[in-house]
């Protein structure tokens, strides 16, 4: 099966605290690519990552992390300092590269992030 | 650079009522998707193209629904007739697959509400 789990529908943090949000995933496929989004509240889906399966190097992006774990099929997402402006709903995707060309995404957690 | 463009961007419509949305993909994308999201199911690929051919149309709920895509800067997603339990969120998105470049970014989405 194909799936993606995002366990935690909602999280709350104050600002300038570090949050992780977790995904995991099922795949049989040994290629395949994983995503990560942002809706914020206006509504648009936002492109924040793109990670090949066989690249499990951990990326920085400025207050954004990823941690990529093949042995666990994880792919969590860190805010470090979070802001107000973080505050949205973040879906974690999954593309097999078996099949037709789909990607299956996560339920989304939504993070609060309070002033 | 202009990303995936779509109109309206809010729709309200009446039980019955034909409605039609539309979607421009970034210039020189191959690959057209039509998602929807509701609160209930998430996000749903419903139909996706591949050099304005339908590839993948399993998603698409009923044969209410058609899609067309004429030509590489334009397709549409037609309901007809509308009923509310078609009330939700359509997302339009675009990509190029070639090598290692595959990822999807999303038009801002169409509200629908039909009453």
């Known amino acids: 099966a194909q799936k993606v789990t995002q366990a935690q529908t909602e999280i709350s943090v104050v600002e300038k605290e570090d949050v992780t949000l977790d995904c995991v995933y099922e795949?049989?496929?040994?290629?395949?690519?994983l995503f990560w989004y942002k809706q914020p509240p206006s509504g648009e889906l936002v492109f924040l990552i793109r990670r090949n399966s066989f690249d499990e190097q951990n990326e920085i992006s400025g207050r954004y992390s990823w941690n990529f774990q093949k042995s666990t099929s994880s792919f969590n997402f860190t805010i470090t300092a979070s802001q107000v402006v973080d505050s949205a709903v973040y879906f974690c995707a999954l593309r097999p590269t078996s099949g037709t060309y789909k990607y299956i995404f996560g339920t989304g957690t939504r993070l609060k992030v309070l002033a | 650079d202009a990303g995936v463009i779509q109109s309206p961007r809010h729709e309200v419509t009446e039980m019955g009522q034909e409605v039609t949305l539309r979607c421009k993909p970034i210039s020189g994308h191959d690959y057209l998707f039509w998602y929807r999201q509701t609160m209930m199911r998430g996000l749903e690929l419903l139909i996706y193209?591949?050099?304005?051919?339908?590839?993948?149309d399993s998603g698409m709920p009923e044969d209410r629904f058609s899609a067309k895509m004429p030509n590489a800067s334009f397709s549409t997603l037609k309901i007809q007739p509308s009923e509310p339990r078609d009330s939700a969120v359509y997302f339009c998105a675009s990509s190029w697959l070639p090598g290692t470049t595959d990822t999807q970014y999303f038009g801002p989405g169409t509200r629908l509400t039909v009453l």
């Open positions: 193209f591949n050099n304005n051919v339908p590839i993948d």
């Open positions: 795949t049989r496929d040994t290629t395949y690519y």
